[in-house]
């Protein structure tokens, strides 16, 4: 994003992503971070609170799938593991299309489109908690699961009417000893909520035994005190120049 540029943040969450964005493009830029949740709204409002950047954000609540801004407005548009969430995706991705402005970009940013490895030497273990996390997601998104939308969204992009468009995934990786922001996302995040128990109908006696005593954080096996504890988390980026 050029300095100077201005931008929309597609469900922007609690805003850590409309701050950064707005460092980027600096006080001459301008971001507008919209979500259709009025609490999400209030976190990324108390996230920019005393913040210098807040002075060129504009927070606002709105959906990705029609959006107020008239045609070819911004320089690009930000969308972070968001576009799963939408049930209408290439209607989104059509208005994200129209309020950019031609030669501006689109960013799509997908996280997990490979899954990622936050149990190592654990293969078998590891398959069967994320088999059973895309049945309880099927099962929340309908007939596919967040994790076959995360897979399609270059699909989505192409059926939105872009071409030019870009596939670049990162892998972020984190060693022993974690520090305190790392272990408390695999834990809560991940191992309490994602493989926590509303996966546990699609876990067999035995899957859920060997579940706990790897990832609760109380077990004496937890894997996460392991001194040769690794993980990699796959972040993809799908950019399509309008
Ligand atoms: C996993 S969070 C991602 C938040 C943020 N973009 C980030 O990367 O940290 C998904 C967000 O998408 C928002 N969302 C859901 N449906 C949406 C829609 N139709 N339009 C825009 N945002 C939507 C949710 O309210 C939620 O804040």
Redesign the pocket.
């Given at each position: 994003m050029p300095p100077g540029s201005q931008g929309l943040d597609?469900?922007?969450?609690?805003g850590?992503?409309a701050l950064w964005l707005a460092s980027v493009v600096g006080p001459r830029g301008r971001v507008v971070a919209?979500?259709?949740?009025s609490e999400?709204i209030a976190e990324s409002g108390a996230t920019l609170e005393n913040t210098p950047e807040s002075k060129w954000i504009t927070l606002r609540e709105g959906?990705?799938?029609t959006l107020d801004e008239p045609d070819q407005h911004f320089d690009w548009v930000w969308c972070?593991?968001?576009l799963h969430?939408?049930d209408e995706a290439v209607r989104?991705v059509a208005e994200f299309k129209r309020v950019t402005r031609p030669g501006g970009t689109i960013y799509i940013k997908e996280s997990q489109v490979l899954p990622a490895l936050l149990l190592p030497g654990h293969l078998d273990l590891e398959r069967q908690l994320q088999r059973a996390d895309v049945e309880f997601q099927k099962r929340e998104a309908g007939v596919r699961s967040f994790q076959e939308r995360r897979q399609r969204t270059y699909e989505t992009l192409l059926e939105a009417g872009l071409s030019d468009i870009r596939v670049e995934t990162r892998i972020v990786q984190r060693q022993a000893p974690l520090d305190e922001v790392a272990k408390r996302y695999i834990q809560k995040a991940i191992f309490d909520r994602t493989w926590g128990p509303r996966i546990r109908e699609w876990l067999s006696d035995a899957e859920w035994e060997e579940r706990c005593a790897i990832c609760e954080a109380e077990s004496p096996h937890a894997i996460l005190r392991r001194r040769d504890y690794y993980c990699l988390y796959p972040v993809t980026l799908f950019s399509a120049r309008v």
């Open positions: 597609v469900g922007c969450g609690m850590l992503y919209i979500d259709p949740s999400r959906s990705g799938v972070s593991d968001v969430h939408i989104a």
